[in-house]
């Protein structure tokens, strides 16, 4: 098991590396009118190259990169260009919105997607039919859509839930699984789409194998037969697509959180993308990229406690 974890951590190490610098170098690539933005258009070319060497753009792009990088592994992502604030501070606010956010996501979205899963297979006819109908359905939603649906329904016309907003843990536990309970389900449904269908074609898969035979013949209970033998052969296929679907699942939250007035990264990202500010950009990238490796480690481990064979392939 320390191998496989050993290999999980290298190979998230070298995402982290990579997707950081595509980011930098992309946005370095359309950075170049930004000291322009700051110090204004009416700004003389000499204050604008002044402020273009403060930024260090006139520097190679590899050696600011390595700069960043080894601010980041220290924990400073550098200051806004814009604010002059620092990222950390600046997205030390935010990060606990997201961060609820995704993992309620993920955390609702296994519960329910083995729900209906199981029940589709095991139960099969008009229940499977109705079940699989409405994954489709779901799968077809955008989350933005129903979203703004949920907030009409849910939050303006009965009351029931917060349609804007956030509420720290801290202050209030019961206010917090409030303000997040909505944005958490529109970002649940599509991935519970795909993952319970996978959930279902697994389950149908080993249901006919002949070790399940065989311990119906021994008189097993359906409940220790359906959860403790089948569902775990049948779950990491299904955990493998809950890993892809969590990518999404992060690139959601940033509309989402537009559609519920969040401010959380998703937010940060867009306001520093559409100035060019990037220090923002890259804090946010990077915090989101962990949140990922974070996720999809977890992940792993599952598979290869489900899966002895996946620690020593």
């Known amino acids: 098991m320390l191998k496989f974890l050993a290999r999980r951590l290298a190979g998230a190490v070298v995402l982290v590396f990579a997707v950081t610098a595509l980011t930098f170098t992309a946005m370095s690539a359309i950075s170049g009118s930004v000291a322009r933005q700051i110090v204004g ?15 260090g753009l006139d520097r190679p792009v590899w050696l600011r990169y390595g700069q960043w990088l080894g601010g980041a592994i220290h924990g400073e992502l550098g200051r806004s260009w814009f604010s002059g604030e620092s990222v950390g501070s600046l997205l030390g606010g935010k990060v606990p919105i997201t961060v609820s956010l995704v993992l309620a996501s993920v955390v609702l979205s296994v519960v329910v997607s083995v729900a209906i899963g199981v029940a589709a297979a095991v139960r099969g006819g008009w229940i499977d039919r109705i079940l699989q109908t409405l994954a489709v359905a779901g799968f077809s939603f955008p989350s933005f859509v129903l979203g703004l649906l949920l907030a009409l329904v849910l939050a303006v016309q009965l009351g029931w839930l917060p349609a804007v907003g956030y509420q720290p843990f801290t202050e209030d536990p019961g206010l917090w699984l409030a303000s997040i309970t909505l944005p958490t389900i529109a970002l649940t449904v599509q991935v519970v789409a795909a993952t319970s269908q996978q959930v279902r074609g697994s389950m149908v898969d080993v249901l006919q ?14 409940p220790s037969l359906y959860l403790r033998h089948v569902l775990r052969s049948a779950a990491p296929p299904a955990l493998t697509v809950l890993g892809l679907q969590t990518i999404g699942l992060i690139g959601g939250t940033v509309v989402v959180e ?39 480690l977890a992940l792993d481990l599952a598979y290869a406690w489900l899966n002895p064979k996946v620690r020593t392939s």
């Open 41 to 55: 258009q009416t700004a003389s070319a000499a204050d604008v190259q002044a402020k273009a060497a403060e930024l």
């Open 258 to 296: 537009k559609v519920f007035g969040l401010l959380g990264l998703g937010t940060a990202i867009v306001s520093g993308s559409t100035q060019g500010d990037l220090p923002v950009v890259m804090g946010v990238v990077a915090i989101m990229v962990v949140i990922v490796v974070v996720i999809n």
């Open 209 to 222: 194998s002949d070790f399940v035979r065989t311990l119906r013949s021994r008189g097993i209970s359906a």
